[in-house]
T-cell receptor, first 112, second 111 residues
Framework: DAGITQSPRHKVTETGTPVTLRCHQT?????MYWYRQDPGHGLRLIHY???????DKGEVSDGYSVSRSKTEDFLLTLESATSSQTSVYFC???????????FGQGTRLTVV | DAKTTQPTSMDCAEGRAANLPCNHS???????VYWYRQIHSQGPQYIIH???NNETNEMASLIITEDRKSSTLILPHATLRDTAVYYC????????????FGKGTLLTVNP
């Protein structure tokens, strides 16, 4: 299995609080992605990174920010969590275009 | 960004071939087609990918039309464990590429 770890795996937080999810890889892959998955929507891309300090927005980036200060970590921050951000979040990594992407096990976030 | 269109759901009998279609009529010349699947609530699992030629691996075959506007994923002998949501995606963005998923096809393999 590819070395990709998401933490925490489960989190319950209150509306209005900041939340940070971490994606950690041991593969030295250049590309990292954050997705959210909700019933009826498949996986939707939030943000992605194509190198250290190089990030860009995906389809549903409002309310989220990311940081990648080193190759192995890609952090997703919910500035002020809302109930609409209750979801399962997946991280993925890829070494380059035209190759397999590996996914983490997911983080289930509940905002109450 | 190239978009993909897949049927919402399909059924297949166990032991038979499952043929999952995907339309990507706006694909550009250097964009790859990938297939992933997701079983229950697990993280998506890579199946296969291709650029222009047909591809085969231990899991499946990928048939890409000559004009590259559509493709078919073939699971040669479907089993109950192949029941999953299958995603066809096209990468985009050049060297800073991204993978954008759609809603996929729910394949149900029946006994």
């Amino acid at each position: 299995d590819a070395g990709i770890t998401q933490s925490p795996r489960h989190k319950v937080t209150e509306t209005g609080t900041p939340v940070t999810l971490r994606c950690h890889q041991t593969e030295n892959h250049r590309y990292m992605y954050w997705y959210r998955q909700d019933p009826g929507h498949g996986l939707r891309l939030i943000h992605y990174s194509y190198g250290v300090k190089d990030t860009d927005k995906g389809e549903v980036s409002d309310g989220y920010s990311v940081s990648r200060s080193k190759t192995e970590d890609f952090l997703l921050t919910l500035e002020s969590a809302t109930s609409s951000q209750t979801s399962v979040y997946f991280c993925a990594i890829s070494v380059k275009r035209g190759t397999e992407a590996f996914f983490g096990q997911g983080t289930r976030l509940t905002v109450v | 960004d190239a978009k993909t269109t897949q049927p919402t759901s399909m059924d297949c009998a166990e032991g038979r071939a499952a043929n999952l279609p995907c339309n990507h009529s706006t694909i550009s010349g250097n964009e790859y087609v990938y297939w992933y699947r997701q079983i229950h609530s697990q993280g998506p699992q890579y199946i296969i990918h291709g650029l222009k030629n047909n591809e085969t691996n231990e899991m499946a075959s990928l048939i890409i039309t000559e004009d590259r506007k559509s493709s078919t994923l073939i699971l040669p002998h479907a089993t109950l464990r192949d029941t999953a949501v299958y995603y066809c995606i096209v990468d985009s963005g050049g060297s800073n590429y991204k993978l954008t998923f759609g809603k996929g096809t729910l394949l149900t393999v029946n006994p």
